[in-house]
């Protein structure tokens, strides 16, 4: 039964629940009217090539991010070969890279006007060709680079967790590092194996920025398209609905797929097993150096050089626009994200009766609805509101009578509340369960409650885990795109969008100066991952 106190907690709890809501809602009632004429066209001539696309695309990121970042999770957690220890944080960097500033780099760099093949020709005559970067095998590749770390990450700290027990006790039955690997590490990390793929699916399912650099049509492009091509603001919630079901069945298959499994108990490790030698040595570090440098290094490098070449020359007062747009969206999204976020945390800590739970976890769904699918339901829900009772109320007030809540900041600092709440809610919900309950208790018997407890005591201890919080938001706001360049209002152009203006015109050198800006903003929270992973090791 619920003490009295814990009501208190139901408004905010259920209030964010609902904003998660709506986006699902509208998506439902959206299909109660459906334009045959534009269904029909996008079924003769769309449909198949979008299913296509997109289940090739899973596919293949799918298949390519399990084996890059169980590889090199193997390798730097129970290996020891010459540079592992610097690779063993760096391959975590691409993090900071978006999938589209990647995705226009390597069309820049692989080409046939750009450089590699230029240079190519040159040395071994005009005969030369290299298999087209604008292809489905270049769209895949580019994604598995960049979504990679996910699986990494978890991978690496599932090897690690497994402990030196296990390990040895396979080899003393006999078995070869190899099978070992086979019949103990790698069913023991499937729920983290898992859990990364489905992430790195579910990017791959909202990613718009890097299909649409490479013109490979997804249900992101068509959702996009069909808002703007055609008009049909519905189509588009329809088309984005088809996309959350794709989503769901993800998050489903994931599920099943891990199964019963558990991870080990086992004391962590903090040296390799392994010591290669010889050619082994030479091919673990040839393998994650290569890695690197496609991932992260290169990407950088030739940022530097469109930018010095042509993109300095783009830093003027337009840009300073630019930046301050992204600064104050990204500034004002995760103060809002990481205050809602806190109040659900403190909710499940003050009253953890099955219904805050069961708001709160529903809150956080948000991050599993891709950009696309938020911007078409928020913009939908708001054109009815402007329609109902925005516009008839202005007119009946006197007023101008125009759409107050289409197209607003309010609109956008929405849909990146929803999609980012979990981000936030992870840091300060760890942070909040370190601060034991015989503290604030002992305060209260002191005379201190109410807010001068929160400031005077939860405050200063949930410092580092707010601020994580708030920089994990900030990043991921500067760096989402298709929410951005949906929901934007008129004049509130923004670094991503304006990469996507400059390499929809093909000016990758131009694109330079805001992608280079992204990605060094990008490094701090993967700096800030890096050093609490490095922690928990130690």
Not at 111 to 136: C, I, M, N
């Amino acid at each position: 039964m619920s003490h009295p106190t814990q009501y208190r907690w139901y408004p905010v709890t259920f209030s964010v629940a609902a904003l998660v809501l709506l986006p699902l809602s509208v998506l439902l009632f959206s299909w109660y009217e459906i334009d045959s004429g534009i269904w029909a066209h996008l079924w003769e001539t769309q449909m198949a090539r979008l299913l296509g696309n997109t289940v090739v695309l899973l596919l293949g990121v799918g298949v390519g991010v399990t084996l890059l970042g169980v590889s090199l999770a193997w390798l730097t957690s129970l290996c020891e070969f010459p540079g592992r220890r610097w690779l063993d944080w760096a391959l975590m960097l691409p993090f900071a890279i978006p999938a589209y500033v990647l995705a226009f780099v390597f069309i820049g760099l692989l080409d046939f006007a750009g450089p590699v093949q230029t240079l190519a020709r040159e040395w071994f005559g005009s005969s030369v060709r290299f298999p087209p970067v604008r292809s489905t095998g270049g769209v895949i590749l580019v994604l598995v680079l960049v979504f990679y770390p996910y699986v990494y990450l978890l991978a690496r700290s599932a090897f690690i967790a497994q402990g030196k027990g296990l390990m040895e006790a396979a080899r003393v039955l006999g078995q070869s590092p190899w099978q070992a690997f086979w019949s103990v590490a790698l069913p023991m990390a499937r729920p983290a194996i898992g859990a990364g793929l489905a992430l790195a699916m579910m990017e791959t399912l909202a990613d718009f920025g890097a299909v649409s650099v490479f013109n490979f049509d997804t249900f992101t492009t068509a959702i996009y398209k069909t808002w703007y091509g055609f008009f049909s603001l519905t189509s588009a919630t329809q088309l984005a609905s088809l996309l959350l079901l794709a989503v769901a069945l993800v998050l489903y298959g994931e599920r099943r797929a891990r199964g019963i499994a558990r991870p080990a108990n086992d004391r962590a490790r903090s040296a390799a097993l392994y010591h290669l030698r010889g050619l082994k040595a030479l091919a673990a570090s040839g393998w994650c150096l290569l890695v690197f440098l496609c991932a992260f290094v290169i990407p950088v490098l030739q940022l530097l050089i469109w930018l010095w070449q042509r993109g300095r020359f783009d830093l003027d007062e337009r840009y300073l626009g630019l930046i301050l747009h992204t600064l104050y969206l990204g500034g004002m999204a995760a103060l809002i994200t990481v205050a809602v976020a806190l109040l659900l945390a403190f909710a499940r800590r003050q009253a953890p009766v099955r219904s805050i739970r069961g708001a709160v976890a529903l809150a956080n769904l948000g991050y599993a609805l891709p950009g696309s699918v938020l911007a078409v339901s928020i913009m939908l829900a708001f054109s009815y509101l402007d329609r109902e009772l925005v516009i008839p109320l202005s007119g009946w007030l006197g007023g101008a009578g125009k759409p107050i809540l289409l197209g607003s900041i309010g609109a956008l600092l929405l849909a990146y509340l929803i999609r980012f709440m979990a981000v936030a809610f992870g840091p300060l919900e760890s942070s909040l369960a370190r601060i034991r309950p015989s503290l604030p208790q002992a305060s209260r018997s002191l005379g201190v409650g109410g807010p001068r407890l929160f400031f005077r005591v939860y405050l200063p201890l949930l410092l580092p885990g707010t601020l994580s919080a708030a920089l994990l938001v900030f990043v991921d706001v500067l760096k989402e795109m298709p929410a951005t360049l949906l929901m934007r209002p008129f004049g509130w152009d923004t670094l991503a969008v304006r990469i996507f203006e400059m390499t929809s015109e093909g000016e990758w050198a131009r694109a330079a100066l805001p992608a280079l800006s992204l990605v060094l903003v990008g490094l701090l929270p993967v700096i800030l991952l890096i050093r609490r992973s490095a922690k928990r090791v130690g």
